[in-house]
């Protein structure tokens, strides 16, 4: 029992580091994109002693709607292949706008101080799930399965996706609400990003596992107890 249980951890260890692998790969990306244009565009207005807002830059992220809902393919390209048009649907585009400044509404530097905590934020949680996983993992390899460190450490974790899921939640507001006030795109509607969802699932099954674990850890020191 012991012997498939370990087995079955180490292999659930190896592909939750994976998947999560996959998703901070994806979130890295993004999140040093954002920060390295947000930092050059960053200015210090030499009148007024002033930064600028570095939401200026432009850089938007859009998750889009067709307005005639989905699967109607508003847009047209050209096939590469066969050079014939082909209806497309666009859900996801990278917007750059060199107006952005003064398209924006005032009193976003607040907004994106609350974001770049946030987005600081999440990369410590990015950092913390897989290191505490490892640990995990490496404590199953030497057959220490049931105990109260193993717990917590799944606990931290649970707990862990579910916050960084809230947090993702409040940044992607804020930017829709940002973008939603600057871009239009024909044919389409903004709608907020929700492609991190799974996390939560993720961080439930993860405080599943500890509680199954820690009853496994008071029936193995009962019986203990009893032999």
Avoid: C
């Avoid at 030499?46 to 307005?67: C, M, N, R």
């Avoid at 907020?192 to 500890?210: D, K």
């Avoid at 009853?215 to 009893?226: A, F, G, H, I, P």
Wanted: zero cysteines; glycine letters at 6%.
């Amino acid at each position: 029992m012991d012997k498939r249980l370990k087995i079955i951890s180490i292999t659930f260890g190896v592909v939750y580091v994976v998947i999560i692998g996959g998703v901070i790969y994806n979130e890295m990306a993004d999140f040093w994109l954002g920060f390295k244009r947000g930092f050059e565009s960053a200015q210090i207005d030499k009148e007024t002693k002033t930064i600028t807002s570095v939401s200026t830059i432009g850089y938007f992220y859009l998750t889009l709607t067709p307005t005639d809902g989905s699967r109607s393919f508003p847009d047209i390209m050209l096939n590469q292949l066969d050079g014939m048009p082909m209806k497309v649907e666009i859900e996801n585009m990278v917007v750059g706008l060199s107006n952005a400044k003064e398209l924006l509404p005032k009193g976003t530097v607040a907004i994106d101080v609350i974001m770049y905590v946030l987005a600081f934020f999440a990369l410590f949680l990015m950092l913390f799930i897989p290191i505490q996983t490892f640990r995990i993992v490496r404590s199953i390899t030497k057959d220490k399965i049931f105990n109260a460190d193993n717990i917590r450490k799944l606990r931290f974790i649970g707990y862990a996706l579910l916050t960084y899921f809230v947090a993702d939640v409040i940044f992607n507001f804020l930017h829709h609400w940002i973008a939603a006030r600057v871009i239009q795109v024909e044919g389409y509607v903004l709608r907020m990003s929700w492609e991190n969802a799974t996390l939560i699932l993720f961080g439930l099954v993860v405080l599943m596992f500890a509680e199954v674990l820690k009853v496994s850890v008071r029936m193995k020191e009962e019986q203990d107890l009893t032999v």
